[in-house]
């Protein structure tokens, strides 16, 4: 009974009007605008902590801020930029994307998916608040390792802001495989799925299995540090390993979460600026469901230097090592879908080139940290830092932002300004490479991470990374200059939008309506 | 919009699934001791060992080794606390005496506990306690200054490669005053 009554409702309203329509909305669509907006404040927030950090380090002695402000910088940059942005952004282009791919009206809890959402500026609410205490913000590193951590100020706030996070993400995942799972188009089977949405399937359970184990980790954490236990503390029996253990065991399928979606985004570009179908599409799945599986059992190698015995470290190696192997599966099956095509190089087929150049540059350094005797010269250095933010900014952002400018006109009905977009792509491209580059050198040179000040030697390479960051964070201006150009101004895009665009987000009109595929298309195998 | 009946079987699968994961992080904590107990990784020592347990496997030859003595106060505990001697070289399978020192540096009572650890971990299990003040909680008068024995020796079971010992005892106070936490580090 009810339904009927609700889908008549349905036929009629749009969206409401004013800032309650944002509040109480339920419709994916707008969720997803208000994560992807969310996320770019968040960007430009932990961009405008990374402009300090690479400020103060711009040359050798302390300018700046002092030592505990500049881990305060480095560990909020890491915690908003993780949890802030990359995260939410994905979190977004799911919402928008994966009922359309499917061809499904809505997600399947639209409720939960409103509070899913706003649980998150709560949360960074909460985590920000510190700025403005005695004790300041957590400056403990975004691994915050106990008991470090358990000694610092203000560690309850950033405790329950991680617990507020969880949630959300778990809420958010639940929504996405529920969605997936019931609400496919009739006829769609799972292996005929999009890459994006199986990228975001795998994903989620990803975010199931972990985020819990994160949540029960700063549990411990604030029962160490107010209800004198000693999980982590050694005095009380307790093992810091054990917490790095912990820790790890949600931190590295954490670092696929943040990479498998962009996986599928770039499938989907590449495709579709080749003129080509993708080369392998079950190859790409299998291989992403490999990593995945994969991602369980190498969490020791952000910790080959604690002491752990040969066995270990072998055994962690070698799975570590693996992983290259479904890796190269998908940069291989890229190339292969490129091989031929009649290329374009609009704006999204230039990021997501980019991405799986740099993303490469990315992996090999990782494969490099991966074996264990060279890790020892590696472990903490600049080295590591260049390795992971190869892996996440030119790959996990720009894949962000190649989707963002391939599904722009979808979502505002506008072409964004082509011209702006390529300009902010190069920017972006040497912005990122002189800043992140030479941090391959000072690490192998020997510089440590997580000093706000070192030695003189380091000083050019510093000085130029520098450069490069104000760079890349500058344009970054641009690149919200040309999103809200194509919301209220542009040309006109088709339903079509790509000539080679294939999936039924390409069906509908251009912008998508409020609500679409309320009758379910029928999709052939 | 109506829910079906298997959108919500799915639903209750996810959530009981994230409960679960919950839960097995706290239980990485007893998996992770009873790992190192049987596999001996990484120095922890498990209550005392008995010398007069006897042992089916053949003595080695008794040989020197080294044995360092470390001592670390946790933060918070108002304790002066050192080994009496630095270093001692023992022969295998012969007990050996030592001692350390501690000192209230209050006008509290003080309840105390020590948490043993050898390094390299390997050799944990081949260091054997007869009498350690870690076996129980330790009570310091005000201003009172105690010498705590240790007799121990170091089994001929133990590698070829090992040749120092590592032999550190963290102290800390039993009943740490909350508030007191919750405060330092400011």
């Not at chain 2, 240790?150 to 005892?169: K, M």
Request: glycine fraction near 8%.
């Amino acid at each position: 009974m009810s339904a009927v009554i609700e889908n008549h409702e349905h036929d009629h309203h749009g969206p409401q009007k004013g800032i309650l329509r944002w509040l109480f909305t339920t419709n994916h669509k707008d969720i997803g605008t208000l994560y992807l907006w969310f996320s770019f404040l968040m960007f430009l927030t932990g961009g405008a902590m990374a402009m300090g950090i690479r400020a103060e380090l711009f040359e050798p002695g302390l300018q700046l801020m002092d030592p505990i402000r500049y881990n305060q910088l480095v560990t909020m940059h890491g915690l908003i930029m993780i949890f802030g942005a990359v995260m939410p952004a994905f979190v977004g282009l799911a919402n928008w994307l994966i009922p359309m791919q499917i061809g499904a009206p809505d997600m399947a809890l639209p409720r939960m998916n409103n509070l899913s959402f706003w649980l998150l500026p709560s949360a960074f609410i909460i985590l920000l608040s510190t700025a403005f205490m005695e004790g300041g913000m957590p400056g403990f590193g975004w691994t915050f390792y106990a008991p470090l951590s358990t000694n610092y100020p203000n560690i309850a706030y950033f405790v329950f802001a991680v617990h507020i996070m969880g949630i959300s993400s778990i809420m958010g995942s639940i929504n996405v495989i529920v969605t997936i799972m019931n609400m496919r188009a009739p006829g769609m089977t799972l292996m005929q799925m999009p890459l994006f949405v199986w990228s975001w399937l795998i994903t989620a359970y990803l975010l199931i299995a972990v985020m819990p184990v994160l949540a029960g980790a700063v549990t411990m954490l604030l029962m160490d540090a107010y209800f004198g236990t000693s999980f982590f503390d050694a005095a009380g029996g307790g093992d810091p390993v054990l917490f790095q253990h912990v820790f790890w065991f949600f931190g590295h399928p954490e670092v696929y979460i943040m990479i498998l979606p962009a996986f599928g985004i770039t499938s989907h570009i590449i495709s579709t600026f080749s003129r080509k179908p993708l080369f392998g599409h079950s190859s790409m799945v299998y291989a992403m469901v490999s990593i995945a599986v994969l991602s369980f059992v190498v969490w020791a190698h952000h910790m080959f230097t604690v002491g752990m015995p040969l066995a270990a470290e072998l055994f962690f190696m070698w799975a570590t090592m693996i992983i290259a192997i479904p890796t190269g599966v998908k940069v291989f099956n890229w190339v292969a879908t490129i091989f031929k095509g009649s290329i374009t190089y609009e704006t999204p087929m230039l990021f997501a080139i980019a991405f799986v150049v740099l993303f490469t540059i990315g992996g090999l350094s990782g494969l490099m940290l991966a074996i264990t005797p060279a890790d020892f010269q590696y472990h903490d250095t600049y080295f590591v830092v260049a390795h992971f933010h190869y892996v996440l900014v030119p790959g996990a952002i720009f894949s962000i932002m190649a989707a963002v400018y391939y599904w722009l006109p979808k979502w505002t009905g506008n072409m964004y300004d082509e011209k702006m977009g390529k300009l902010h792509f190069w920017l972006s491209f040497i912005g990122v490479n002189v800043t992140f580059f030479p941090q391959h050198f000072v690490g192998l040179a020997g510089m440590p991470r997580r000093y706000a000040d070192y030695a003189l030697q380091f000083a050019e390479w510093n000085a130029v990374s520098s450069i490069g960051a104000f760079l890349f964070g500058l344009s970054q201006l641009l690149f919200l200059y040309i999103v809200i150009k194509a919301v209220f101004a542009g040309k006109k895009a088709t339903a079509q939008v790509w000539d080679g665009a294939e999936g039924l987000e390409w069906t509908v009109d251009s912008p998508a309506p409020y609500h679409t595929f309320e009758t379910p298309p029928k999709v052939n195998g | 919009m109506a829910k079906n009946n298997f959108s919500s079987k799915i639903f209750l699968n996810l959530v009981s699934a994230v409960i679960f994961m919950f839960f097995f992080s706290f239980m990485l904590v007893p998996l992770y001791n009873v790992f190192c107990e049987v596999t001996g990784l990484n120095g922890k020592i498990y209550g005392p060992s008995s010398f007069f347990v006897k042992d089916d496997v053949e003595k080695k030859d008794s040989r020197e080794i080294r044995i360092k003595f470390l001592s670390q106060v946790n933060e918070s505990a108002p304790v002066n606390f050192f080994p009496s001697s630095n270093e001692v070289r023992v022969w295998t399978d012969k007990v050996s005496k030592t001692s350390y020192i501690a000192e209230n540096t209050t006008d509290k009572q003080l309840t105390l506990t020590i948490i043993p650890s050898v390094s390299p971990g390997l050799a944990a299990e081949n260091v054997k306690k007869i009498q350690c003040f870690c076996f129980e909680e330790q009570t310091l008068k005000p201003y009172e200054r105690q010498e705590w024995p240790v007799r121990f020796y170091v089994s001929s079971e133990v590698g070829d490669n090992v040749n120092d010992i590592y032999l550190s005892y963290t102290l800390f106070e039993t009943d740490r005053v909350l508030t007191d936490n919750m405060n330092h580090g400011k």
